[in-house]
């Protein structure tokens, strides 16, 4: 069995070979800690929420996709450890962010504001749908909120002047 030394050595000349182009170094490097990548990833998303939906194993598979065409220069394995670590943070933050949006309607039809004036009124119970979301966003965003409920009383006065 090799000492910690040896271990540290295989993996740092592993990944000088990886930065110098060699695949097959790029494989066996992440062969070699894959245990570690579980311990680190598990270790980042302990500290996640509790419906957090990444699994660890993706979290692993998103580094070596995001990692094995590169051409970095690995110092050692430590080196190769904080730039993982990075990237791990980098993808939580990416899905977050991601989930974010989707609570906040990225799906949504975006329509420009100089093209608002042909959108037609929702009927009254979507009215009051539209209240309950305005009311929650100026929880969140204040100053959108403000934006959105202006934009509604400009559509209705053109609306007026129009008919």
Known sequence: MKNVAGVDDEITTLLQRWADGDRNA?????????GDLRHLDAHYLRNERPD????PTALVHEIYLRLADKSIQWNDRKHFFVVVAGQMRRILVDHARARQAEKRGADAARVPLDEADHVQLPPAADVMAMDQALEALK???PRAASVIELSLVDFQKRKRLTS
Do not use: F
């Not at 790029?26 to 894959?34: H, M, N, S, T």
């Open 26 to 34: 790029c494989d066996l490097a992440l062969e070699r800690v894959y």
């Open 52 to 55: 957090q939906t990444l699994q």
């Open 139 to 141: 929880e969140l965003e």
